[in-house]
């Protein structure tokens, strides 16, 4: 079946779902909108605060605010279109009408490209909507200037959310413990595991923010860390990793868990 | 190609339990296959299999002569288990999707569900039908792309009477379109009245395949007992008709061929002077044969 195909298969199933339909809607509505709650910290001294809304700082607030839907919604999405499927037994019946299994693993992954793509453009066009709307106009060289790869960096961090949660589907099956490791892992467990383990007993280094997660999140950081790095005078490197870094951590860490649901999903019987 | 199927040897263990064990079956195009087996035969197992849902441990299985290559399942209408539809979309639109992924297209739907019985519920959500809806619903499926082979499994699992008589005048549609059809079921009676052959699986092991006429005969049985005892049994040794004898506690069971009605018997008692205190005539013959055979 074509990508195509499989793509509209993927729609005809969903195109009904009151879950995914107000998942849509809530990032879509929120996106632009939950960046105006730091207008109530317009009286307190934050680093950066007066670059909140103007580009082309406004980018790294959205994509901040951004990171944390996509992380919500879009990997509980993830998450949803693989233990739905195996909730209703329609995971099966796919099969048995007659997808091939390489076929309904390609569907899912081409309905999260498209989902993607979509988180991203609203993402894009409702910053530059949040952006004109403060600076009252619309000068292009402005919205585009200095936006480091902002696009293709949102595009990375929501398909790495994603691909996370249908991992854990794939693994866990039963979405009410996938969901659970889900947010536990991003959470907790790696970040516990980061900073009180492999820093403090394997290595010293930077070695111990080469993490799927953390290379995620240093897609789109929370901009502040970057004037209040005391870090880098403790142990001569910045708690962040670079963008450069960030992209290749999070495509190593997409291939690992594309791999690991593909394998998961051909071996097992279903 | 007159093999629809050929499963040679087919083994799978769940831990140390052996669901199938070297299941060798052969079906030919047009029959009406019924999967006979107690519960925990190996039946779905084996439609799982073949259905390329489980894996099996060793063997191998082929659908009409590797013709359609990797992937048959195109031209196979199947129910494994329970109807699985997804519970948020209405009738039709669950069978839109089975039309997607099979490629069919200006289906009639309508027409699939008047077949069924389902012509007023289309557009209701699946989460609200009954158990027999849904099972109605998963039949309609099978029939959509107009597949070569339909299999069923347990299809009157859990219905009440009238579901299960609903269910059954359907499927004897569907096995009188020409189709080839595949019919698991622990119920004798519906592989009877339904199936021209019959495979009997018991613990994985194929005990017996063949016509359901020749495997499951229909001679039948008698409960028959007279005061003088021993001129009975004298008698029933001069009768071609008797198969055979069985002594109880309180009466004989005779197995009589097919030919002789029960009643003549009654009269040639009568006649030969036998004043029977005990006749019964027993319609499981079918049971017995069955479990004959599962016995054995």
Redesign the interface.
Known sequence: MNPIKLIKLEVLKYKDNSLIQMLLMFYTLLMPIVIFVLKNFDDINIPGKDSFFTFPKVWEYQAYIGSWLTFLFFGFLGVYIITSEIQFKTMRQNIITGLSRNEFFMGKILITLVVTFYATIVFYLSTILVGVLHEGEFDLNKILDHQDYVFLRFFLLTFAYMTFGIMVAFIFRKSGLSIFFYFSYILMIEPLFRWMVHHKVFSNGRSFLYYPMNGIEDLAPLPSFKYIDNFNGLKNFPILMTYTEAGIISIISIILFMTVSYLLFLKRDI | MSHVLKINNLSKAYGKIKALDNLNLTIEKGNIYGLLGPNGSGKTTTL?II?????ADSGSFEWFDGKYG??P??H?G?I?E?P???????GV?NL???A????VKGFDYDKVMKMVNLEHRKDSKFRTYSLGMKQRLAIA?TMIGDPEVVIFDEPTNGLDPQGIAEVRSILKRVAESGRTVLMASHILDEVEKICSHVAIIKKGKLLATGLVGELLSDDYLIEINSLDQDKLSKLAGDFDFIKKIEKQKDFYIWTIDNSVPAEQISRLMYEKGIILNHFLIRKQKLEEEFLKIVKQ
């Open positions: 799982a259905l390329s849902i489980l894996k990797n992937n399942r195109i196979i199947a494994l329970t699985n539809f997804y519970p948020y979309k209405s639109d839109k999707i089975i997607e992924i099979k490629g499926a």
